[in-house]
């Protein structure tokens, strides 16, 4: 029990020790949104054993993960949410994907995902604004493990699937 219990802090001390960048800038845009739009994010009930768990089975190319939701936004046009981002987070974070929808059935939605080369990692901020509601996901991807997936996503896919014990 007590190798248990080492093993379980030695993880979160791994996980969190690497990270606190990523918390700072996480925290900043969870900041910004809840005070530019007065809502409050509500947080996902045991989401550092999520992370840890998600560290764990992708063997650290996942480290990090933070999930924020806001429901019933008011007042926040979806093109406003990739300024919005750049402004708390400066300007190390650059664009990686940017959808837009308009017209007449949608209501700005957007979709945005920052990243910010960080030694043999990349940060992650994803943001996605879809009729009043928002979700923030950022977390740090091990470059590695991130040159893999691109390169062959299906393999990769299959590959983490509990199923496959053999990890191929």
Known sequence: MK???????????LVSTG???????????VSAVEHKY??????????GLVGICASLKTHGGVRGLRVAEF??????????????????????????VMEVSGGQNHDGDQSVILVRPNGSSMGMMIADYDHGELDLVGMEMNGAALSKWLHD?????????PGNASGD
């Open 3 to 13: 190798k248990v219990l080492c093993l379980m802090a030695a993880s979160v001390l």
């Open 19 to 29: 990270c606190s960048a990523a918390d700072h800038d996480f925290n900043s845009v």
């Open 38 to 47: 007065s809502v409050h994010a509500q947080r996902i009930p045991l989401m």
């Open 71 to 96: 429901d019933n936004v008011r007042g926040l046009d979806g093109k406003d949410l990739y300024p919005l981002l750049r402004s708390r987070l400066g300007d190390e974070w650059q664009p990686f």
């Open 153 to 161: 996503p299906e393999r990769q896919q299959h590959s983490f699937h």
